[in-house]
């Protein structure tokens, strides 16, 4: 007796609506990302790299790779690359040999936020496509259902940086004359301490 409170046939339809829509979204995903950082000679993995060392504070490269999600060697090849362009300092810590470790250099600070600084909405067109459910609800479309399958997935540790990436924007960074600007009074040791 199956005792399943799905069919074979519910559960093929999902899985597959599941990967045609998020290859569809992916895809335009990854041209607005590649266009967004084509200008500081980077690549997809780099910026994701500098984004996740920004928001762990010191990452090591096996987080790098979990919350990445991409390979180990990866992680540490494109780590790599930006410590050779002077964006990320590699170290290893008194009571843990085994982990390398990467932290932004200032450089890397700066180069981060000026991307941050020069995001444009209207060139992203994930961004442009939700737009309009935004009007017509006033929010943009909820990630509830997609939080949970990734959840599901990756984890509650996944989720739990995920959430203080965004967290740090909220409360790090501001708006001034359309542009997103690193807060005056964000101080990061404070959040680093509150966390």
Same mark, same amino acid.
């Given at each position: 007796m199956d005792d399943k409170l799905y069919s074979m046939k519910e559960a093929m339809i999902f899985s597959q609506r599941m990967a045609q829509l998020s290859k569809a979204l992916w895809k335009a995903i990854e041209k607005d990302w590649q266009n967004w950082i084509k200008p500081y000679d980077l690549n997809i993995n780099e910026h994701h790299i500098l984004w996740i060392a920004y928001h762990l504070k010191g990452a090591s490269i096996s987080d790098v790779a979990k919350f990445g999600v991409m390979h180990v060697s990866t992680a540490f090849n494109f780590s790599k690359k930006l410590e050779e362009r002077g964006?990320?300092?590699?170290?290893?810590?008194?009571?843990?040999?085994?982990?390398?470790?990467?932290?932004?250099?200032?450089?890397?600070? %700066?180069?981060? #936020?000026?991307?941050?600084?020069?995001?444009? =909405? +209207?060139?992203?067109? /994930?961004?442009?496509? %939700?737009?309009? #459910?935004?009007?017509?609800?006033?929010?943009? =479309? +909820?990630?509830?259902? /997609?939080?949970?399958?990734?959840?599901?997935?990756?984890?509650?540790?996944?989720?739990?940086?995920?959430?203080?990436?965004?967290?740090?924007?909220?409360?790090e960074f501001s708006e001034s004359d359309g542009k997103i600007k690193k807060s005056r009074t964000a101080d990061p040791v404070k959040q680093i301490a509150s966390q």
């Open positions: 964006y990320l300092e590699f170290s290893k810590r008194e009571n843990d040999k085994r982990n390398t470790y990467i932290k932004l250099t200032a450089e890397g600070d %700066a180069l981060l #936020l000026e991307l941050m600084e020069n995001y444009s =909405p +209207e060139t992203h067109s /994930v961004f442009e496509g %939700a737009a309009p #459910l935004r009007e017509i609800y006033g929010k943009f =479309p +909820e990630m509830m259902d /997609v939080m949970a399958i990734v959840k599901n997935i990756y984890g509650d540790d996944f989720m739990k940086i995920f959430e203080t990436s965004f967290n740090n924007i909220e409360t």
